[in-house]
């Protein structure tokens, strides 16, 4: 084996332990943080057990995991060359003519292969957590209910002013017109007993009504009687019906493509949920820039020494990035700027910045 694919070997392999070692850590404190805050909003329920909310901080973590990735492998990589410094092994390296470039291609790679193995095979897996998780906090804290949309079509549940339940199903929803199109309304009573139907053409849902156009009026103890026009009161709004579907984080990266073209076709936004896979389409190449942006510091450290400097650049890295997507994500959901552009800037920024230090650090 040429000396070239030993050191290839000896590196990826020591940026594996202090990645798994930095993740470890941090999902750690993560875990202890929500679970703590999980406490405090049970606070004044008596009937939350502490063992429900351990099983909704530790359903909740694989989330959390796919967002601390990106700064479990910005610290493993600045704590693999900062130890391979400390014991010369990068000194005796560079003497034998191998190339910063060289140093960093091993963790480039496995920092790119985790990003692939989340994205394909870890991220269903916390999606399905995921659901669980929001599913259990609504009925256990409370929250907002979520609608369905399907390829049957659109359903809801409201209340009127007075809280009588009732059900609706559309075939589509037309967000700008605040529309919907083939609908029907089953009235409940007790929450099983269906004691009222409502079939029509459209209902356009107003302040507080959906005012019904073109139906017919079905009771179990009368004719059914055709109206042109009748009101409904309702609690919904259209901020809460789009709101109110399925997150994006509760659905995998094999199912999102399929429930974008349906939000499409059923005249709903999918600014949101398409924004959340252009970011999944762009978390290998994401991990990666970790890898040049922390061998950009770290490398210096030989010439400059410090480590306390290392970890406070790599810390104030972190938050910048931090900082910088949350602002690029929300002009994207905002649809200021294209969501593709918004979910690749971040990746792109980091690519660039990596790439000039290291060739300043290198060639310069």
Not at 76 to 105: D, K, N, Y
């Amino acid at each position: 084996m040429s000396p070239w694919k030993t050191l290839f070997r000896y590196i990826a392999h020591q940026f594996l332990i202090w990645f798994f070692g930095v993740f470890l850590t941090m999902m750690a404190i993560v875990f202890m943080l929500d679970y703590v805050e999980l406490i405090r909003r049970a606070g004044t329920k008596a009937d939350v057990t502490l063992l429900v909310l351990l099983k909704l901080a530790l359903l909740k973590q694989p989330y959390m995991a796919q967002q601390v990735l990106p700064f479990a492998v910005l610290f493993g990589t600045m704590m693999v060359f900062w130890r391979l410094t400390r014991s010369h092994e990068l000194v005796v390296a560079r003497a034998s003519g191998i190339s910063a470039w060289q140093f960093v291609a091993p963790p480039l790679a496995g920092a790119f292969l985790i990003g692939v193995l989340s994205v394909t095979l870890f991220n269903p897996i916390a999606s399905v957590t995921q659901a669980t998780y929001e599913t259990l906090q609504n009925r256990v804290l409370g929250g907002n209910p979520q609608f369905a949309l399907s390829s049957t079509g659109l359903w809801l549940r409201q209340s009127d002013n007075k809280g009588n339940p009732s059900i609706v199903h559309a075939e589509r929803f037309v967000l700008p017109q605040r529309a919907l199109h083939d609908v029907m309304f089953l009235f409940l009573a007790h929450d099983t007993l269906l004691e009222r139907r409502i079939d029509a053409q459209q209902a356009t849902l107003g302040s507080g009504v959906w005012t019904v156009r073109d139906g017919t009026d079905w009771s179990p103890n009368g004719q059914p009687q055709q109206f042109a026009e009748l009101t409904i009161p309702t609690n919904l709004t259209p901020a809460k019906i789009q709101d109110s579907f399925a997150p994006p984080e509760t659905m995998s990266f094999w199912e999102l493509p399929g429930f974008i073209r349906l939000l499409e076709a059923s005249g709903f936004s999918s600014q949101r949920h398409q924004l959340y896979f252009d970011t999944l389409l762009a978390r290998p190449l994401l991990l990666a820039a970790m890898v040049l942006i922390a061998a950009s510091f770290s490398l210096r450290m030989q010439r400059a020494g410090g480590a306390t400097l290392m970890i406070a650049v790599g810390i104030a890295s972190g938050f910048l990035l931090y900082f910088l997507s949350d602002i690029v994500f929300a002009l994207g959901l905002s649809a200021t700027i294209p969501t593709m552009l918004a979910a690749w800037t971040p990746a792109g920024v980091s690519w660039l910045v990596g790439v000039s230090l290291l060739l300043h650090l290198e060639d310069g």
